[in-house]
């Protein structure tokens, strides 16, 4: 049998929790002795009212809190040892320093002190200056400071204070002096504040006078009708049900100690089984008897969950700790329990009913003026939470019912949500649903970024109509980097305070990212809650790449790649608008403006916007025009210097930087500028093409009619490489692959020279191609002179050959078909010392344990970005376990290597290698990879597999 403590009508102000360290976990905080003492102090209250008269005062506020069937009394018991001033007070580095009779420490002597602050200077240096101001009494009148509270969960001690300068001559003003005392004594004693009969303070529908009668004193706003708050509504000195019944909930005498009243308890629920906090539940009386009928008023209140925890924070602005930030127990048989206590019978009646319905707190309704445990702001109900009717039967008594809400959210599945450890991959649209269910929930993502990019994540917070809202979830966002430790704050971005966005319902994030990685976010309740009515829609604005990554002075077409595009979004380049010709999810392409509408800036951002909620994805620097100034144009793929009348050539170039690095994604204008001829793939005698991830850019010409032709390939800044050739009605042809190839200058060098075989332009397959050496220290088939190869399915013939050239050396392979069909192939010793390595592809991978590292490429060079053919590279490999970064004092951990290794390979005829990195399925690991050819030839890389 499930026990809970009668303890609830709106609430208490504040409830013990063993996690602020309490031992009445979940039991409301009362005073710690049924006998609570106030003193008063020994100097007057104004010039207009003497120590007697406001002792008056004080007397009068505080003895209406005294009434039947509580334990509670509160009494007079004498005077302050002073005159207390700013005299004898002042600010100390932890707050106040009182007198030490006033002092949280005298509590066991004087358990309250009320201050007469004549010149209201205690006040301003307590609240700010200029909050004693007359213009501040409906708020400062009087202030109230419970200070000590001590085990198991008691207050202890409170200081009063009682601002002269809201005092005068006139009699109302002393009237408004203890309604307002009144009011503080209640939440001195613990009480919250409670929404009963609330049409008299929002005015819908106009309030009736036995409604205005039942306005509890303890309303959590005043209403204003003229100077004299006291005035707008009748007997304003007198306690309501509503006040008495929260009084007896917390200092009551038991269940069955009045003859004059009932004790109902009960529970709201979502069809789930968790409770429904947040939820203002009131008492209305029926008669049963004569024609008495339903009252047209309420009598009593409570709030759901009021014992539960209030707040426990989230993992974007930390967790809470110490009281009075965290609050209520965390047993879940607490959700959405509420008790009403001494509900009164109606009078002349032996047998009546109480109705007890449902509605939501106003939301006005938060912060220090909360109704029960809503001070983050309310909840509106999830469905329709139907009355309740108890029938009582008598004069006293205790009831309980449970209202599971069958209209309310029955789902609590929380989809594909992630862990903090294991947060989930976003979804490939970078938009998605979820739902924060259950108290502690929170949803955690990943998204791998480049750097120089910018983000937004937004998260709407939807109702069960799926409709925007700002009463059920408060949304609140972290990033962090996806090496940050587990429990850490947000250390990229954060936004702590739920709907900051531009629409409602909305919170946003927006992010930047200084380094490529994985990252990781949350989603979380502000409060700390969970619910199955907290559903939300995510989307996740990231713009990752541009391609082309250049474009010529004329602008042109370019395609953004990234997540969480909509239609509407907008995009600029460098502050320009481009004009959208189509857009999904994951692409946008649009025409990026000219270069002379950016005014010559030939590197612009490009930006993606959303102009309805106000998200921006920026990639800095994302798209260039033109070549850069330094950039170099290299044939390196010339067309034979005689070839047939429509056989294709090609002509191949590679665009290289200042640092001689290769430059991708840039357009390559190539173009006929004399003589006769196509280029392909264009068919036209201009062609542009993009240069690939090595730089290199490629077309094949062919001759339209016999004569000399020049090809000329450009950049925008003006870099420029030119080749000639002659085209002949000869209808049999060999077109050398590589016309120079660049050897490694040491002993049994391998390479293999390679040609075209074409008859009327077209490559043959099947024709034997005899080879011989010209010149130099070559050697065919291992050790001959000459050899004989027969071209393959694509037209090409190869030889395997070997080199023993001298650093700068020379030599001369010839290739002959059908016996006067030649040409001839050069080759250039290329000494250790020029040896240079090059990443082209694979060597910035991080990815996550359970994959695989691909295999990395390599280029091996010489000092002028020719690929170097036969060159031995030496390979070593060590596997090491993955390692967070380093503390940021002390040495860094040695972590403990898994396997090693050590390997050779030699380029081919361009240069290139592959490597396959060293690895272990599903380990966490670094492996670091180091390769050497020549006497300067280096390149290392660490390859990350991440848990």
Not at 44 to 70: F, H, R
Not at 206 to 233: E, K
Not at 256 to 285: C, I, Q, W
Not at 625 to 651: E, I, K, M, R
Request: charged content about 10%.
């Amino acid at each position: 049998m499930l026990l809970l403590p009668v303890l609830r009508a709106a609430g208490p102000r504040w409830v013990a929790s063993n996690g602020a360290g309490w031992q009445n976990d979940g039991s409301p905080i009362t005073w710690y002795q049924n006998n609570v003492s106030y003193f008063i102090d020994a100097g007057p209250l104004s010039s207009s009212v003497s120590n007697a008269a406001a002792t008056q005062i004080v007397n009068a506020a505080a003895q209406v809190w005294n009434i039947q069937y509580s334990n509670l009394v509160l009494s007079n018991g004498g005077s302050l040892n002073e005159d207390v001033s700013s005299s004898n007070v002042y600010l100390g580095s932890n707050g106040p320093i009182w007198p030490a009779d006033v002092d949280s420490s005298n509590y066991a002597a004087k358990q309250i002190a009320v201050v007469f602050d004549a010149d209201g200077t205690l006040i301003d240096m307590l609240l700010g200056s200029g909050a004693s101001s007359p213009s501040a009494c409906r708020q400062n009148a009087a202030v109230e400071n419970v200070d000590k509270f001590i085990q198991p969960g008691n207050i202890a001690h409170a200081i009063i204070l009682l601002n002269g300068r809201c005092t005068g001559p006139a009699p109302e003003q002393q009237l408004q002096m203890q309604y307002q005392l009144m009011r503080v004594f209640g939440r001195v004693i613990g009480l919250a504040w409670s929404q009963v009969n609330d049409n008299v303070f929002t005015g819908a529908p106009q309030p009736t006078y036995q409604q205005q009668l039942h306005w509890p004193i303890m309303h959590p706003i005043d209403i204003v009708c003229g100077t004299y708050t006291y005035q707008c509504l009748p007997n304003p000195f007198t306690l309501r049900d509503d006040d008495r019944c929260s009084v007896h909930l917390l200092y009551g005498l038991g269940a069955y100690a009045s003859t004059d009243g009932e004790y109902l308890t009960g529970f709201v629920k979502f069809p789930t089984g968790e409770g429904m906090d947040g939820v203002n539940v009131t008492a209305t009386r029926q008669g049963v008897q004569g024609q008495y009928g339903v009252e047209g008023w309420q009598t009593t209140s409570a709030v759901t969950g009021a014992l539960y925890r209030r707040s426990s924070g989230n993992p974007v602005a930390g967790g809470l700790s110490g009281f009075p930030a965290v609050q209520g127990t965390l047993n879940s048989n607490y959700q959405g329990y509420w008790t009403m206590a001494e509900v009164p019978a109606i009078p002349t009646t032996s047998w009546n009913n109480v109705i007890v319905a449902a509605e939501s707190v106003n939301p006005l309704y938060r912060g220090s003026y909360a109704v029960g445990p809503t001070s983050a702001g309310m909840i509106l109900p999830s469905g329709t939470v139907g009355p309740s009717v108890f029938s009582v039967v008598g004069r006293y008594g205790a009831q309980s019912t449970t209202n599971i809400v069958s209209t309310a959210s029955s789902d609590c599945s929380t989809g594909s949500d992630g862990t903090e450890s294991a947060p989930a991959t976003v979804a490939p649209s970078g938009m998605w649903s979820g739902k924060i269910c259950g108290y502690g929930h929170t949803s955690w993502g990943s998204i791998t970024v480049q750097a120089g990019r910018t983000a937004t994540l937004e998260v709407i917070a939807l109702d069960e109509n799926n409709s925007a809202s700002m009463a059920k979830m408060q949304p609140v966002l972290g990033l962090w980097h996806g090496s940050d430790p587990t429990g850490t704050r947000p250390t990229i971005a954060a936004t702590g305070t739920a709907f900051n966005g531009r629409q409602n319902g909305t919170t946003q994030l927006t992010a930047t990212f200084t380094t490529s990685e994985t990252v990781r976010f949350v989603v979380a309740d502000q409060r700390g809650s969970g619910r199955p009515d907290f559903a939300y829609s995510a989307r996740l604005l990231y713009a990752d790449s541009v391609r082309p990554a250049r474009l010529g002075n004329n602008g042109g077409t370019v395609t953004i790649t990234g997540v969480g595009f909509q239609p509407g979004n907008t995009v600029t380049v460098g502050g320009v608008a481009a004009s959208v010709v189509s857009l999904s999810p994951t692409q946008i392409v649009v025409n990026a403006p000219t270069l002379s509408a950016l005014n010559g800036n030939t590197t612009n951002d490009v930006v993606v916007s959303d102009l309805r909620t106000g998200g921006t994805s920026t990639i800095t620097g994302g798209l260039l025009y033109g070549s850069s100034t330094g950039d170099v144009l290299t044939v390196v793929t010339a067309p034979l210097a005689t070839t047939d009348v429509g056989a294709a050539n090609t002509f191949a170039v590679r665009l290289t930087n200042s640092s001689n690095a290769p430059v991708a994604g840039v357009t390559i204008t190539v173009r006929v500028t004399a003589g006769s001829a196509t280029l392909a793939p264009c068919g036209a005698t201009t062609c542009t093409v993009l240069t690939d991830g090595t730089g290199l850019a490629r077309v094949q010409a062919a001759a339209s009619a016999a004569g000399s032709i020049t090809l000329l390939a450009t950049t925008t800044s003006g870099a420029q490489a030119s080749a000639q050739f002659s085209a002949t009605l000869t209808s049999q042809s060999l077109s050398p692959v590589r016309p120079v190839e660049y050897i490694a200058a040491t002993a049994n060098a391998p390479f293999s020279p390679e040609v075209m075989v074409l008859r009327n332009g077209l490559r043959i397959s099947g024709q034997p191609v005899q080879w011989t050496v010209g010149s130099g220290a070559v050697q065919l088939a291992s050790t001959q002179n000459s050899a004989q190869s027969t071209s393959m399915a694509d037209g090409s013939a190869i030889v395997s050959a070997t080199g023993a050239l001298a650093a700068g050396a020379q030599a001369t392979v010839q290739a002959c078909a059908w016996t006067n069909a030649c040409t001839s192939l050069t080759l250039v010793g290329v000494s250790p010392d020029a040896f240079r390595l090059q990443g082209i592809a694979g060597d910035a991978q991080v990815v996550q344990s359970g994959s695989r590292l691909g295999a990395i490429t390599l280029r091996v060079v010489d000092a002028a970005g020719n690929g170097v053919a036969g060159a031995a590279v030496s390979i070593r490999q060590q596997v090491t376990a993955w390692q967070p970064p380093c503390p940021a004092t002390g040495r860094c951990a040695v972590p403990p290597v898994y396997g090693s290794a050590v390997t050779s390979a030699i380029s081919d005829d361009d240069g290139l290698l592959s490597i396959a990195p060293m690895q272990f399925d599903g380990t966490a690991a670094t492996t670091q990879i180091v390769a050497a050819t020549g006497t300067s030839g280096f390149f290392s890389v660490s390859l990350v597999k991440e848990p």
